[in-house]
């Protein structure tokens, strides 16, 4: 098994995300997210809306997990894995939530995705900072 990580190569600077990570996000659902409240305490939830928004950034719609939002919101950090038991292949990445949206163009596309699974609360965009692919 051969790992490839990407690392942050500069505090103003983001990492691109690799072709290899955006074919792993899209064929392997759904994502575990994890998040800690501003006293370390720990969640895990699972997203099966993550998908790349661009060359920097992952987002997911929050459905039924007030949380993991109330996480980011005290504590912006966040690691997200995606894993195919069957073949052991997956992804990691590692990152900050830069926003946490409730209206707008991107929400809107969110909320009228899902209408039938219900409700968007919130879509998350996070800027990854460290990846990989394995």
């Given at each position: 098994?051969?790992?490839?990580?990407?690392?942050?190569?500069?505090?103003?600077?983001?990492?691109?995300?690799?072709?290899?990570?955006?074919?792993?996000?899209?064929?392997?659902?759904?994502?575990?997210?994890?998040?800690?409240?501003?006293?370390?305490?720990?969640?895990?939830?699972?997203?099966?809306?993550?998908?790349?928004?661009?060359?920097?950034?992952?987002?997911?719609?929050?459905?039924?997990?007030?949380?993991?939002?109330?996480?980011?919101?005290?504590?912006?950090y966040i690691s997200l894995i995606g894993l195919d038991a069957?073949?052991?292949?997956?992804?990691?990445?590692?990152?900050?939530?830069?926003?946490?949206?409730?209206?707008?163009?991107?929400?809107?596309?969110?909320?009228?995705?899902?209408?039938?699974?219900?409700?968007?609360?919130?879509?998350?965009?996070?800027?990854?900072?460290?990846?990989?692919?394995?």
């Open positions: 098994m051969q790992l490839t990580f990407v690392k942050k190569k500069g505090s103003d600077k983001m990492n691109t995300i690799t072709e290899e990570l955006k074919q792993a996000v899209s064929e392997i659902k759904p994502a575990m997210i994890a998040t800690a409240d501003k006293n370390g305490q720990p969640n895990v939830s699972p997203k099966g809306s993550l998908r790349v928004l661009d060359d920097k950034h992952l987002v997911f719609a929050d459905l039924r997990s007030p949380q993991t939002v109330k996480n980011l919101q005290e504590n912006p069957e073949t052991r292949k997956g992804w990691r990445v590692w990152g900050k939530a830069d926003a946490i949206l409730t209206s707008g163009d991107l929400f809107d596309k969110f909320s009228s995705e899902y209408i039938s699974k219900g409700k968007v609360n919130h879509v998350v965009k996070v800027i990854v900072e460290k990846q990989v692919v394995f």
